[in-house]
T-cell receptor
Framework: NAGVTQTPKFQVLKTGQSMTLQCAQD?????MYWYRQDPGMGLRLIYY???????DKGEVPNGYNVSRLNKREFSLRLESAAPSQTSVYFC???????????FGQGTRLTVV | QKEVEQNSGPLSVPEGAIASLNCTYS??????FFWYRQYSGKSPELIMF????GDKEDGRFTAQLNKASQYVSLLIRDSQPSDSATYLC??????????FGTGTRLLVSP
């Protein structure tokens, strides 16, 4: 039972490079989320998808794009990485209204 | 104003004491409220959730919700060194938007 799987776990990018963070859940959850976590900042919502086919901006969407490819997968893309995007990224999913969020193991991204 | 606010701490308590963690939120339409615990380098894990005004108890943990004051708290009784972690308050609002606070770091000393 995999739950929420994020890839990769670690990544180093050069400024200006692009990359896609992958997230997949096998729990048939409807809603999925991308957060970034910086020291002392808690989890800040980047984008979320309440259901398949919909996406909405969160608190810090600038510099990111997302795709809800199907019900299982929700990817986060950095088109032109900047050092300010150095962070730990978490993907999460929930089955429906007022239910527990399950998290992936996180992706530690460094932009140099 | 942030949607969910917490004191970043650290909150230091001796072993066996009660730890009290607080959270306020700005959206009066918020529907559900969660407390997550996060150990350093790990993913958040759910401790408790609460939907209705009042108290909800689960073992050593009690969550309290006051929607009129837009306030959520978590009490940890008989605190243990293993409770030392960051505690994140989370709130679900419209369109399934799940927003977290900055977290409160709790340190329980033996």
């Amino acid at each position: 039972n995999a739950g929420v799987t994020q890839t990769p776990k670690f990544q180093v990018l050069k400024t200006g490079q692009s990359m896609t963070l992958q997230c997949a859940q096998d729990m048939n959850h409807n809603s999925m989320y991308w957060y970034r976590q910086d020291p002392g900042m808690g989890l800040r919502l980047i984008y979320y998808s309440a259901s398949e086919g919909t996406t909405d901006k969160g608190e810090v969407p600038n510099g990111y794009n997302v795709s809800r490819l199907n019900k299982r997968e929700f990817s986060l893309r950095l088109e032109s990485a900047a050092p300010s995007q150095t962070s730990v990224y978490f993907c999460a999913s929930v089955v429906g209204v007022n239910t527990e969020a399950f998290f992936g193991q996180g992706t530690r991204l460094t932009v140099v | 104003q942030k949607e969910v606010e917490q004191n970043s701490g650290p909150l230091s308590v001796p072993e066996g004491a009660i730890a009290s963690l607080n959270c306020t939120y700005s959206d009066r339409g918020s529907q559900s409220f969660f407390w997550y615990r996060q150990y350093s380098g790990k993913s958040p894990e759910l401790i408790m959730f609460i939907y209705s005004n009042g108290d909800k108890e689960d073992g050593r943990f009690t969550a309290q919700l006051n929607k009129a004051s837009q306030y959520v708290s978590l009490l940890i009784r008989d605190s243990q060194p293993s409770d030392s972690a960051t505690y994140l308050c989370a709130v679900t609002g419209g369109f399934q938007k799940l927003v977290f606070g900055t977290g409160t770091r709790l340190l329980v000393s033996p």
